[in-house]
Nanobody
Framework: QVQLVESGGGLVQAGGSLRLSCRAS????????MAWYRQAPGKQRERVAF???????NVADSVKGRFTISRDSSKNTVYLQMGSLKPEDTAVYYC???????????????WGQGTQVTVSS
């Protein structure tokens, strides 16, 4: 059974930093795209950043210059380094990954359970 487990969320003051981690575990043959999404109360879930298996990254305009996504493929882990945090960054942050858990090349999409990030003003 594949699981994505996030960690690193919490309460931080505006201007502060946090680092989120997400590790994929279980019977995994290959991890392709990994991404971070967030969902604030009353809002739709939005993609914050993604990173391909080759290391190409993309971050949303709303966090560009403040957030950085990276991954350690040897550990099936993706990170989100968040800096200069603002109250509007408050949300539940979710890890997402496309991975092959059958060994036949087909990718399936998985979500983590989410981790709360709260930025106080």
């Amino acid at each position: 059974q594949v699981q994505l487990v996030e960690s690193g969320g919490g309460l931080v003051q505006a201007g502060g930093s946090l680092r989120l981690s997400c590790r994929a575990s279980g019977r995994i043959f290959r991890v392709d795209l990994m991404a971070w999404y967030r969902q604030a109360p009353g809002k739709q879930r939005e993609r914050v950043a993604f990173i391909t298996s080759g290391g190409t990254t993309n971050v949303a305009d709303s966090v560009k210059g403040r957030f950085t996504i990276s991954r350690d493929s040897s550990k099936n882990t993706v990170y989100l380094q968040m800096g200069s945090l603002k109250p509007e960054d408050t949300a539940v942050y979710y890890c997402n990954a496309d991975l092959d858990d059958y060994g036949v090349g087909n990718l399936r999409n998985y979500w983590g359970q989410g981790t709360q990030v709260t930025v106080s003003s």
